[in-house]
């Protein structure tokens, strides 16, 4: 049987990517041109620079991407394109590009959600994977508990009242000087404190039924915060691992805590994690063990399938396409899409 091809583009923040995967789970090709260095000196990233830069990319990306997995336009049996969440104009540049292929080539059109995209990540790291389980998804904007009973099939659980864990890290990170991305710099940082060092709070973590599967980190950021601006004004030395070992501990506790706790409601035993956040060793390492402890097996991609990338895009697409979920022209950037719209 001939092997069917998803060409997928993400375009959804500061990565412009493009991939082919083959049958859903093999990579033929995932090339991610990305941003940071250009958004470093700014802190984080400025929507209107990154939707000109996928302008630039998007098709040298396309190009590449077809070249290292020896195919052609012709051979893609599908498009598929993140049209979100995210950035509204990073987000049209994809959505563009993928319906003037779609158009031009007739081939069918999938509109991919990206947080989905995430959760699929695993599918592409680990062949052994099946549903049903229970991911989480955390990212610099979206923290979220997903109960995926079948391919198609996705129920949202809970998710982040606030800040989301990722975009927590970041703005910690900018305060205590860290360039950006300020999470992997928090992570190394924290590996040389004391995570009981500083007593910061975790909220959400009784068993109310309407906060359950809930997060909070607007109230652990602002603690942070104001330790940091009180020792300032005492003119205090902060001892910078501490507090960074002590507020990754705080964000990792209730994270692992409420994963558990939904794999045991749903009564799954497999536990996926997903996102950008899933590539902190803390997060990995607390989450291992806790799903050793309750007899649950934990996946988590590898760092380049943590990050937002189009070969997730493709293998999500890929699961829609065998059931005929195709968008058609029309289809548009959808900057605050939820989980499991269409």
Do not use: W
Request: charged share 20%.
């Amino acid at each position: 049987m001939k092997q069917k091809l998803m060409l997928a583009v993400e375009t959804s923040c500061d990565e412009t990517s493009a991939a082919v995967i083959a049958n859903g789970r093999t990579i033929l090709s995932n090339i991610i041109s990305s941003q940071v260095p250009t958004h470093q000196k700014f802190g984080g990233v400025v929507p209107e620079i990154a939707s000109r830069k996928h302008i630039e990319h998007v098709i040298p990306v396309i190009d590449q991407a077809l070249v290292e997995a020896k195919t052609t336009l012709k051979d893609i049996d599908a498009i598929g394109v993140t049209y979100g969440p995210g950035l509204v104009g990073a987000l049209l540049v994809g959505v563009a590009t993928a319906k003037a292929l779609a158009f031009a080539l007739d081939k069918p059109l999938i509109g991919v959600n990206h947080l989905e995209g995430h959760i699929f990540a695993n599918f592409l790291a680990h062949s052994e994977l099946q549903p049903p389980f229970v991911a989480l998804v955390v990212s610099g904007g979206h923290t979220s508990l997903i109960h995926l009973k079948d391919y198609n099939e996705l129920v949202l659980l809970g998710q982040t009242c606030d800040d989301a864990a990722g975009e927590a890290f970041d703005k910690i990170a900018r305060v205590m000087n860290f360039p950006y991305p300020g999470g992997p710099h928090i992570d190394k940082a924290a590996k040389r404190g004391n995570p009981a060092a500083v007593a910061f709070p975790r909220a959400f973590t009784g068993k109310e039924e309407e906060t359950r599967f809930s997060f909070s980190f607007s109230g652990l950021k602002s603690a942070v915060l104001n330790y940091l601006n009180s020792a300032a004004q005492r003119g205090e030395t902060v001892n910078i691992p501490d507090v960074a070992a002590s507020f990754q501990a705080a964000v990792v506790d209730v994270l692992v805590m409420k994963a558990i706790l939904a794999a045991d409601y749903v009564g799954v035993k497999q536990l996926v994690l997903a996102g950008g956040v899933a590539a902190n060793s803390s997060l990995k390492k607390e989450l291992t063990a806790a799903a050793h402890k309750h007899g649950l097996t934990l996946f988590y991609p590898p760092p380049v399938l943590c990050t937002d990338n189009a070969a997730m895009i493709a293998c999500r697409a890929y699961y829609q396409f065998l059931v005929n979920d195709f968008a058609d022209l029309n289809l548009n950037a959808v900057p605050a899409l939820k989980l499991g719209r269409r």
